[in-house]
């Protein structure tokens, strides 16, 4: 098992893997460390899915163009859940209240889901495994996927991760410096500062992608991710969170 130092900074994108199985004491790791996971009042505002099912990741595949989905050995659906704790409130005369009507009931979800993935992606890692973060699952087709998932009211997709022994080492992504990360006591407000630093960053961004293995291209950071933006305008999550029962009011 790597060490933690390894596990954390060594960590990339693995998006092809072989056709060899994780071993089930591995996976058994990772369910322990995504259950030890820390989360909003220890109310454990998530569950995860676990496919195996090769016809279900095609399907997936089908539905997202994202290859990692067919090729890995186990995909990880990660969600936010409000309907464990309110079957066992019904069952025993409690009244819940109508907390996934605020947006605060919505976010803690996705904080405890995205804490509990990335539980998984580090203990998976650490036991030598490719992992990939797939946030597109989200967002593709929400009502489809919702239906394909049986997902009851209550609960949502946050975000997919692909599992498996990987078959690349793609080259590390350049990170945004730590000036522009980290604030000491309060934000930085001088933005001509954060503007050159973020500048630079830019200029790596574009080199990288410029010369990297696997595929270049000449996207910089601002005007890619922004394009990304610009394309999320068109989802309808609102509505998809509705569905499911999250009534946002406030």
Sequence with gaps: MKDVKDTLLDRVSIRRYEREAIPEETMEFIYNAVR?????????QFSVIDIDDQNLKEQLYEMTNQKQLKTCNRLLIFLSDYNKITLLAEKKGLTVPPFTNTMDG???????ASLAMMSAVVAAEACGLGCNCVGYLRTVDPLKLAQMLKLPKGVFVVCGLALGIPREHPDHKPKQPASVVFHKNCYNT?????ISELEKYDEVIKQYNATRAGGTSTNDWVGHILSYYDHAMEYRILDYLKSQGYDIQR
Excluded: A, K, R
């Excluded at 030890?36 to 454990?44: C, F, L, R």
């Excluded at 919505?106 to 405890?112: K, P, R, S, Y």
């Design 106 to 112: 919505v976010t803690i979800g996705i904080i405890d």
């Design 36 to 44: 030890n996971t820390p989360t909003s009042y220890n109310g454990q």
């Design 190 to 194: 001088d933005d001509q500062f954060l």
